[in-house]
């Protein structure tokens, strides 16, 4: 069975610092992809960033960057330079081989940037 | 281009009432999606649909229906609410890559 784990309930970060927010996921399929989603107080999903299995470079979208090490079957989200509209909920999900497409999704992790 | 959309937003039900949640989507995807998030939790599937004139189960289908009578449009029913309902109800339509969501509809079952 496929499952993403989301190991932080929450994360603390000062506005302009890096931060790291954990991703592991188990699947057999040999193709999947993996995304990271920002869940705001208004509690919109927002698209961030999404990675491939056969991706060989890790993806990045300006501020945030997914470091996949495939071996580990980890997918971090890289938030450089926090700013305080970073403060939200993310979830790590996945996408398996299957037909229907549908995401696998993580509990997720609160983030709070402090100014 | 709206994307994704949800209506109604806010919903409160009385136990054993039924509604109808629509999701309509402008992108000419044809995968579309319900799921539903509770306190603590990822979203969760409840159906989804590959194709106009199909469905199928997701992972909590159970006290739930839907329809896909037109590509655009998915809808979400509720035909005897429960309080285990209560929920925030997430419609998605995918491309091959991405999954684009809906703002929600926030549903409370009393």
């Known amino acids: 069975a496929q499952k993403i784990t989301q190991t932080q309930p929450g994360m603390f970060v000062q506005e302009k610092e890096a931060v790291t927010l954990d991703c592991t996921y188990d699947?057999?399929?040999?193709?999947?992809?993996l995304f990271w989603y920002k869940q705001p107080s208004s509690g919109e999903m927002i698209f961030l960033i999404y990675?491939?299995?056969?991706?060989?470079q890790n993806a990045t979208e300006g501020r945030y960057s997914l470091n996949f090490q495939k071996a580990r079957k980890s997918a971090n989200l890289v938030i450089s330079a926090s700013q305080l509209g970073d403060s939200a909920m993310y979830f790590c999900?996945?996408?398996?081989?299957?037909?229907?497409?549908?995401?696998?999704f993580g509990k997720g992790t609160k983030l709070s940037v402090k100014p | 281009n709206a994307g994704v959309t949800q209506t109604p937003k806010f919903r409160v039900l009385k136990t054993g009432q039924s509604m109808t949640l629509l999701c309509a989507q402008d992108?000419?995807?044809?995968?579309m999606y319900w799921y539903r998030q509770d306190p603590g939790m990822g979203l969760r599937l409840i159906h989804y649909?590959?194709?106009?004139?199909?469905?199928a189960k997701g992972e909590v289908p159970d006290g739930y229906n839907v329809s896909r009578l037109k590509k655009q449009n998915f809808l979400l029913g509720l035909e005897s609410a429960a309080p285990s309902q209560t929920s925030v109800y997430f419609c998605?339509?995918?491309?091959?890559?991405?999954?684009?969501f809906g703002p929600g509809t926030r549903l409370l079952v009393l």
């Open positions: 998605a339509s995918s491309s091959a890559e991405t999954q684009y």
């Open positions: 699947t057999s399929d040999p193709s999947y992809g």
């Open positions: 990675q491939g299995s056969y991706d060989q």
């Open positions: 999900a996945m996408r398996g081989g299957g037909s229907q497409g549908n995401l696998i």
């Open positions: 992108m000419n995807h044809e995968y």
């Open positions: 649909s590959v194709g106009e004139g199909t469905t």
